[in-house]
Structures are given as C-alpha cells and as structure tokens.
C-alpha cells in the first residue's frame, strides 16, 4: 500500500528484443538478456563501414567520370 502519495518504479523485467523475463540484476539494468546483448552488438557492429570499402554506385560514378 502507497502512503503520502509516495511514487515508486518497478524496472521492467522483459527482455527488449525478445521478450523473455530477465533473472540477472545486470541484464535488467541493460534491458536486454546476455544472448539478445549479443546480438545487438553484432547488428550494431554490422552496420558500421569497413574503413576503404567503396560502394558500387560510388565506384560506377568515379568510372563513368573517366
């Protein structure tokens, strides 16, 4: 029971990408499960160029300039 209008928060504990309940303190912190963190980092890291990599229509572009 609340008393004196006092407000509290309950931290969610489902997983953000897959929704299964999160048993460990730090997962719930993080809200995402060890293997969906995982996962994410690799999309993440997925999706960041390779350094020198050249996209097709980048390369057609310089080409068509010679």
Same mark, same amino acid.
């Given at each position: 029971m609340i008393d004196n209008g006092e407000i509290f928060v309950l931290r969610a504990r489902i997983c953000k990408r897959c929704g299964r309940i999160l048993? /460990? &303190?730090?997962?719930v912190e993080r %809200?995402? %499960? *060890? #293997? *969906? &963190? /995982?996962k994410e980092k690799a999309a993440e890291t997925e999706k960041t160029?390779?350094? %020198? #990599?050249v996209d097709v229509y980048e390369w057609l572009k310089s080409n068509e300039s010679n």
């Open positions: 048993t /460990k &303190a730090e997962s %809200g995402l %499960g *060890c #293997q *969906c &963190a /995982k160029p390779i350094p %020198g #990599q």
